[in-house]
Every structure is written in C-alpha cells, then in structure tokens.
Nanobody, 121 residues
Framework: QLQASGGGLVQAGDSLRLSCVAS????????MAWFRQVPGKEREFTAG???????NLADSVKGRFTISRDNARNTVYLQMNSLKSEDTAVYYC?????????????????WGQGTQVTVSS
C-alpha cells in the first residue's frame, strides 16, 4: 500500500516536497516513481528511482525536481522547486517489482491515491 502526501496550492516559483510511504512488502526491492496526470491526458512519468538508487527525470522537470528514497523510512520523496503553472496535476507514486528504470505506467503494479499540486501563476 502506498500513501502519498504533500500536495497543495502554491505560487509559481515556490517549492513543495511530496512524500510517499509504503507499507507491506520489502520497500528496498521496489523501483519507485512519481507520475502526474491532468484531466483528459494520460498519466505521465515525472521521476523515478531504482532499488539501487539510480534516478531518472522527465525532461520537463530536470534541474527543478529531485527524487530520493529513504529505505529506512519506506518513503520516496519528490522535491519540487521553481514550480510552474504547467506542473499543476495530480501526482501519483508507483512501485515496480521490475528491474531497471521504468517510465511506462503499466510497469508499476502498485499505486498511491494521488495528491493534488496546484501552481498559480
């Protein structure tokens, strides 16, 4: 089970940190990722981190977002800086049992409930 939190309403240029806490299973073995979705569009990959700690970011967030994981706390974070209005979306965390970095949503077997991020310009 994944529980995402940390979303909110902020202004452009502000920062937010999302958290996703996992329960059940062995967290350290999962590849974790954040996806985001806006109404009428598909869920899109935003950032991912493998069980080994390798990370990948979507081009649209490189230089502004950072993903990290704390295996002792069963938690993955998404630090979002310099937020833009186009970052407005529902953000979902996902967990994958597959090796390597996966950017397709169908590779993630478990999903959190989503947390809304709204950036006003």
């Amino acid at each position: 089970q994944l529980q995402a939190s940390g979303g909110g309403l902020v202004q452009a240029g502000d920062s937010l940190r999302l958290s996703c806490v996992a329960s059940g299973g062995t967290f350290s073995r999962y590849g974790m990722a954040w996806f985001r979705q806006v109404p009428g569009k598909e869920r899109e990959f935003t950032a991912g981190v493998t069980s080994g700690g390798n990370t990948n970011l979507a081009d649209s967030v490189k230089g502004r977002f950072t993903i990290s994981r704390d295996n002792a706390r069963n938690t993955v974070y998404l630090q979002m800086n310099s937020l833009k209005s186009e970052d407005t979306a529902v953000y979902y965390c996902g967990a994958s049992t597959l090796p390597g970095l996966k950017v397709r949503g169908y590779n993630y077997a478990y999903w959190g409930q989503g947390t809304q991020v709204t950036v006003s310009s």
